[in-house]
């Protein structure tokens, strides 16, 4: 039986503070399509968090949150860059385009998931001609696909050519809270420019679920008649919002998301294997050949090669010291 222990961090289930805050909210009555009482305490605790002011929306899907992100931000004939290996660009199946009527993305080199900024500015200085679609926006993400955990200042030294242009900043925070635990300043992020950030629940060990958070709050305007559009405007709206109380409230977004960063660092000690890029958040990237990993599979444990070719073991809150340790001697007895 294959095991699934570090395919993802989606592969664990909810934190008990979800399920928790989850079984609290499913007491009584409440209104719906995200008017309730639990949605209300659920987007306070995320101003509080981000010590700003905006409009919060939840989804049930990471994909459905950047890809409107996306069309808030950009018009049809215009284009979103990101890093080339952002989930936007590899992983969504084209959704940016599909929510957004057409929009597309610039995809922009960098290593290990964070963007050149020469590249940026290169990008940004491309004329303006009718047959290709211009920039209108920039897509950041932090945690990176790669692991790697952007700091304050990269992203001020990104964004302010953006902004000076006029265009709209969107940051993918599906792994969000093991940057913060890494040492990122949440409360840096309205003060940076970024005008939606989704803060990613799902990855961090809710059930399904991310904010939206409109920190551009002239966004808001008809944004419900996107989400009712695109089949996002839940009519139990308490059950999306819920999980954020749990998470927030006891601080376990960011103390559950630390244990699966020293998770990752511990693997990273055992890991016989060469690492390809920075172990800084809960991803362990490593080189290793095709045989070799069909020995692993041979044994039990199942992970994924990367859009890189490199091999990726993810820990998640639910990761404990001795899966991680089983591992070790597993990858030992292959190397």
């Not at 993305?105 to 290709?132: N, T």
């Not at 820990?315 to 404990?320: D, M």
């Amino acid at each position: 039986m294959a095991r699934y222990d570090f395919a993802s961090d989606n592969v664990a289930g909810a934190m008990p503070e979800v399920i928790d805050a989850l079984i609290a909210a499913n007491a009584g009555t409440a209104s719906g399509y995200g008017t309730d009482h639990v949605s209300a305490r659920a987007a306070d605790l995320i101003r509080a968090a981000l010590d700003a002011d905006a409009d919060i929306r939840f989804v049930a899907s990471g994909t459905a949150a950047n890809a409107l992100s996306c069309a808030v931000l950009a018009q049809p004939h215009e284009a979103v860059m990101a890093h080339e290996h952002a989930h936007i660009l590899t992983d969504e199946t084209g959704a940016p385009g599909y929510f957004g009527a057409g929009v597309g993305l610039i995809g922009l080199p960098g290593a290990s998931g964070r963007i050149d900024p020469a590249a940026l500015l290169e990008a940004l200085a491309q004329p303006e001609v009718s047959y290709r679609q211009p920039a209108a926006a920039l897509s950041l993400t932090n945690t990176t696909e790669y692991g790697t955990v952007c700091s304050v200042e990269s992203f001020r030294t990104l964004i302010a050519p953006v902004k000076a242009k006029g265009y709209g900043v969107h940051l993918d925070g599906a792994r969000l809270a093991n940057a913060v635990a890494a040492g990122f300043d949440l409360k840096a992020v309205p003060k940076l420019g970024v005008d939606i950030l989704i803060m990613g629940g799902t990855k961090s060990g809710s059930t399904p679920t991310e904010a939206i958070v409109l920190l551009n709050k002239a966004l808001a305007r008809r944004f419900d008649a996107r989400l009712k559009h695109a089949g996002q405007l839940v009519s139990k709206g308490r059950f999306l919002a819920a999980p954020w109380i749990g998470l927030l409230e006891t601080n376990a977004w960011q103390t559950r998301a630390a244990h699966a960063n020293a998770m990752a660092q511990r693997l990273a000690a055992l890991m016989p294997f060469p690492i390809v890029h920075p172990v800084e958040a809960n991803g362990v990237f490593v080189e290793m050949d095709q045989p070799t990993l069909d020995r692993l599979a041979a044994t039990g444990w199942f992970v994924y090669r990367f859009i890189d070719g490199t091999v990726r073991f993810m820990c998640s809150w639910a990761t404990t010291p001795e899966m991680v340790d089983e591992l070790g001697e597993a990858l030992k007895s292959i190397s």
